[in-house]
Nanobody
Framework: QVHLVESGGGSVQPGGSLNLSCTIS????????MGWFRQAPGKEREGVAL??????????DSVKDRFTLSKVNAKSTLSHITLEMNGLKDEDTADYYC?????????????????????????????WGKGTPVTISS
């Protein structure tokens, strides 16, 4: 069993900042691929950022240089990941989901977001949080 508990989110004006946090605990798995996805109304769920067990993070092009994903391992089966979101734009409005799983290897690139592959279903996330809303509005 893998449990994900999200916190953070809310409403902010354009240009503002928000942090999303997620605690991921597992009864047996270590070395999971972890990250954040988002889903705007009427749109497909898409990748925002992924982080591997070594702390290497990759980002969707739409959030590069604005969002930062980091990870703290309390122990091999307990991790906390934080998504720092700066320079928020209207188009960042969505429900944000924390996720973890075995991940997918794209030509030697395991647990990495790949340009042109945005759908959440492509990334091998087996476990999901309940989602937290982020609203950017003036």
């Amino acid at each position: 069993q893998v449990h994900l508990v999200e916190s953070g989110g809310g409403s902010v004006q354009p240009g503002g900042s928000l942090n999303l946090s997620c605690t991921i605990s597992s009864d047996m798995y270590s070395g999971l691929c972890m990250g954040w996805f988002r889903q705007a109304p009427g749109k497909e769920r898409e990748g925002v950022a992924l982080i591997d067990p070594n702390g290497f993070a990759t980002y969707a092009d739409s959030v590069k240089d604005r969002f930062t994903l980091s990870k703290v391992n309390a122990k091999s089966t307990l991790s906390h990941i934080t998504l720092e979101m700066n320079g928020l734009k209207d188009e960042d409005t969505a429900d944000y989901y924390c996720a973890a799983g075995m991940g997918v290897n794209f030509g030697g690139r395991w647990c990495e977001l790949i340009a042109g592959i945005s759908s959440a279903t492509e990334y091998g996330m087996d476990y999901w949080g309940k989602g937290t809303p982020v609203t950017i509005s003036s």
